[in-house]
């Protein structure tokens, strides 16, 4: 359907808005067969300040598990209540999501909901609809193609790393390249961070978001080509860690909607975009927060309590999923922290039913999480070749030895194949994927064990043959002996769409000692290598490398370390 044929129906609704009489939203010439879906909107009854309108939903495409419908009004309208479909509004922006009892919309199929709402002036009814992020009542070319194409339209593939480029930010290529032999890195992609409202237009002269995808562009060529945003700056960002802690204050969830993701969205949904593969990785060490630093566990942090309290983190994962999702070329994959994070059986299945409450909030569904990443900005081993979870030592288990401590997985690449399970389990599509980050887990160097340690106990067993150097694997900031781990790749495992560098390696953790900024970036013990520790790292050395600067800021002493302790190594 061409943009002058939408004009019309545009002008047709406010026609029959103003005189109150019903109309349909879908013109009756269009063919169903190239349509991907139909929304049919009827204002039944409208009076002086108040309506009723009926919605009746057609999927053409392949069947669905749940659904969301979106519209935005182009006047005053406000929807005060609904029936059949969890209806939000967000300004003009109106949500309709499934009900537990009608979530299933075969091809072919229909659904029906209705509201009540109030107005002034005139009652247009809208002219765009989108179900599941795909636009309705046009045309997908199946008859033909549009040469005037609404934006929206799109199909994503299943794995976007398959055969594509992936995008080399030139800032982190250019601070690599100028350190010695970072020469033999600098051409690696890496993820854009977005940490704060700034960074969508640039900070102190760098690279906006456009700039980037712009550039992208060029590397692009006649390729396919993943551009990888990490999404990252809720309310009271990272709970439980004050080096990473964000400008937004813990109830600032409007300002996170307005002033951060709804600009983001509307950059990724510009058409000279379209032809990228826009990979988002959505808020970092968020939800896992909720499930094991709350409540009375000895781990639990007030900071982290008020967000489970005001529900702004589910809110706002939700709310990025929802609204990012709509762009066809975008691929959202959640944050799932990482093994020696939750893959206790008390975290396991507890952090699956989370993710599955974000991606069902704010007008959010599953079919707008592409997959999960672990391991993101973390040292995890991604493969532990010494030992497995099933060997015994001196009549113990490997879970009983002080490193594994009852955890059932001892690295990435089994925690994330494992968590990908229980994800279909509670509610995913089954054709999810995972990323894993493998930027600073390659553990290599003369540290690095050839063999399983001494027999003899479990804790020689484990600790002798382990890759992973940590002190203690609750320990995440700068860590001293860590190397880049396997270079990005696609497709590397089942499960697995790609290994990734979503943390561009040389840039920090937080800061090793208090240094003020207007980043709203906190001083961290855990930065501190003099710290003795707290529960999270087993009251453990914070393993931490002295003289590191804040939070994303350039660490030479650490690259340089980095590729020193490279596994697989570097020429």
């Not at 075969?106 to 002036?121: A, D, E, H, R």
């Not at 009542?137 to 033909?144: A, E, K, R, S």
């Not at 389990?425 to 399983?452: C, H």
Request: net charge negative.
């Amino acid at each position: 359907m061409s943009r002058t044929r939408t004009a019309m129906l545009a002008a047709l609704a406010l026609v029959a808005g103003a005189s109150g009489t019903a109309l349909a939203a879908v013109p009756d010439e269009i063919g169903t067969a190239a349509v991907p879906c139909t929304v049919d909107y009827q204002i039944q009854n409208q009076w002086g300040t108040g309506f009723t309108a009926a919605v009746t939903v057609t999927n053409n495409g392949a069947a669905k598990s749940g659904w969301n419908v979106k519209w935005s009004y182009a006047g005053n309208q406000r929807v005060t209540n609904g029936w059949n479909a969890r209806i939000t509004q967000s300004g003009a922006a109106v949500t309709a999501v499934n009900e537990s009892y009608n979530g299933s919309l075969g091809t072919g199929g229909s659904v029906s909901f209705g509201f009540q709402g109030t107005y002034s002036g005139t009652n247009a009814i809208p002219a765009t609809f989108t179900l599941d992020g795909v636009t309705c009542n046009v045309d997908d070319g199946g008859g033909g193609t549009d040469p005037d194409p609404d934006p929206g339209t799109g199909t994503r593939v299943d794995n976007p790393y398959s055969g594509a480029k992936v995008y080399v930010n030139p800032e982190w290529s250019a601070k690599a390249a100028a350190e010695p032999g970072g020469s033999r890195i600098s051409s690696q992609p890496t993820g854009v961070w977005l940490d704060r409202i700034a960074a969508i237009n640039g900070v102190n002269g760098g690279m906006g978001l456009r700039d980037h995808l712009d550039t992208a562009l060029t590397q692009k060529g006649s390729g396919e080509l993943v551009v990888q945003l990490v999404i990252y700056n809720l309310p009271g960002r990272d709970c439980a860690a004050l080096a990473s802690n964000g400008e937004l204050g813990p109830t600032e969830i409007g300002r996170y909607k307005t002033e951060y993701i709804d600009p983001i969205a509307a950059i990724l949904a510009d058409p000279k975009y379209a032809s990228l593969r826009i990979v988002t990785t959505v808020e970092i060490d968020s939800l896992p927060n909720l499930v094991t630093n709350t409540g009375s566990r000895p781990t639990a942090t007030p900071q982290c309590d008020v967000m489970k309290a005001n529900g702004n983190y589910v809110k706002g994962v939700g709310y990025a999923l929802s609204e990012l999702g709509d762009v066809p070329n975008v691929y959202n994959y959640v944050d799932a922290g990482h093994h020696g994070w939750i893959g206790w059986d008390d975290n396991f299945a507890p952090s699956a039913q989370l993710f599955k409450e974000a991606a069902s909030a704010e007008g959010a569904t599953v079919n707008d999480v592409h997959g999960f990443i672990t391991n993101t900005a973390n040292y995890s081993a991604l493969k532990e070749n010494n030992f497995t979870i099933n060997d015994s030592v001196a009549g113990k288990s490997v879970r009983e030895s002080k490193w594994v401590d009852w955890n059932r997985y001892v690295d990435e690449q089994s925690f994330a194949q494992g968590f990908r399970n229980q994800l279909v389990s509670v509610g995913f599509n089954t054709n999810i994927g995972m990323l894993i980050d493998t930027s600073r887990n390659g553990w290599g160097g003369s540290a690095r064990p050839a063999g399983p340690g001494a027999t003899t106990s479990v804790d020689t067993y484990v600790d002798g043959g382990r890759y992973d150097r940590r002190l203690h694997i609750g320990n995440w900031c700068n860590q001293s002996g860590a190397g880049l781990g396997e270079r990005p790749q696609a497709s590397p495992a089942t499960g697995i769409d790609a290994y990734v560098w979503m943390k561009p390696p040389g840039e920090s953790d937080g800061a090793s000692q208090e240094i003020d900024n207007d980043e709203g970036k906190g001083f961290d013990r855990m930065c501190d290598p003099t710290y003795t520790g707290n529960p999270r790292n087993g009251n453990n050395l914070s393993g931490s490398l002295p003289n590191a600067p804040l939070s994303g800021h350039w660490f030479s002493a650490q690259f340089q370390q980095l590729m020193q302790n490279a596994y697989p190594p570097l020429s």
